[in-house]
């Protein structure tokens, strides 16, 4: 089972306010991977990380949405000023070193509603 | 760009039945192949995986061959049990660092008794 950590499960903000979610990969794995579920269970990719350093991100986080992972402190994902369209189940997954295909092993998700 | 496409939409089967939820692929580098499970309200679980051409990979009754020739890795079950009902997600990634996997859109398989 995946010991992925996830806070809060759920998260409920109006819009404009700032939408804080945060991640504990499981231990060892250097990896982390945030992504956006939708209503239709289709994903999106974010943002991943290697230890502290941004690998990739989609243009959405560029903007609005803020995302670190700092070392021996929980990954972290802000959205700054939420928007209906942000309501989601945000998705956290890591991947452990020393295996390039990503294999992925996720958390339980925080579903944000903004209103 | 890369792509995975898979069975979309519902899927219902009565228990007991064969399954087989289709994913095709694109891409011009060597790949790695995953299917996850969704359970209702639970964290995508990784089902199976396989970078290794023509060769079946199993768990938990399910199995799948991953067939560079056609691109392919279905998901397979020779009788599928009520607890199966759930999203599936054929997923897409490759050797290397610095690359984001890709996720079909999705197969949700709804069991009947």
């Known amino acids: 089972n995946s010991k992925v950590i996830q806070t809060p499960r759920y998260l409920v903000k109006g819009q404009g306010q700032k939408a804080k979610m945060r991640c504990i990969p499981e231990?060892?794995?250097?990896?982390v991977f945030w992504y956006q579920q939708n209503k239709n269970n289709e994903f999106k990719f974010l943002i991943n990380?290697?230890?502290?350093?941004?690998?990739?991100q989609i243009d959405m986080t560029e903007k609005r949405f803020s995302a670190e992972c700092p070392s021996n402190s929980p990954c972290s994902l802000e959205i700054q000023s939420s928007e209906a369209g942000d309501s989601a189940l945000y998705l956290c997954?890591?991947?452990?070193?020393?295996?390039?295909?990503?294999?992925?092993?996720f958390g339980p998700g925080t579903r944000l509603t903004v209103l | 760009g890369d792509s995975v496409t898979q069975t979309e939409g519902l899927v219902t089967l009565t228990k007991g039945l064969p399954v087989m939820l289709n994913c095709t692929y694109q891409t011009t580098y060597s790949p790695f192949l995953f299917w996850y499970v969704q359970h209702l309200n639970e964290a995508p679980k990784l089902l199976l995986k396989s970078s290794t051409d023509n060769k079946r990979t199993e768990h938990q009754g399910f199995y799948a061959t991953l067939h560079k020739s056609s691109s392919s890795f279905h998901l397979q079950k020779s009788s599928v049990q009520l607890s199966d009902s759930a999203l599936y997600f054929c997923?897409?990634?490759?050797?290397?660092?610095?690359?984001?996997?890709?996720f079909g859109k999705g197969t949700s398989l709804v069991v009947h008794p």
């Open positions: 997923a897409l990634s490759l050797s290397g660092g610095n690359y984001k996997p890709t």
């Open positions: 990380f290697q230890n502290q350093e941004v690998l990739q």
């Open positions: 231990k060892g794995h250097p990896v």
């Open positions: 997954a890591s991947s452990p070193q020393g295996d390039s295909s990503y294999e992925q092993y």
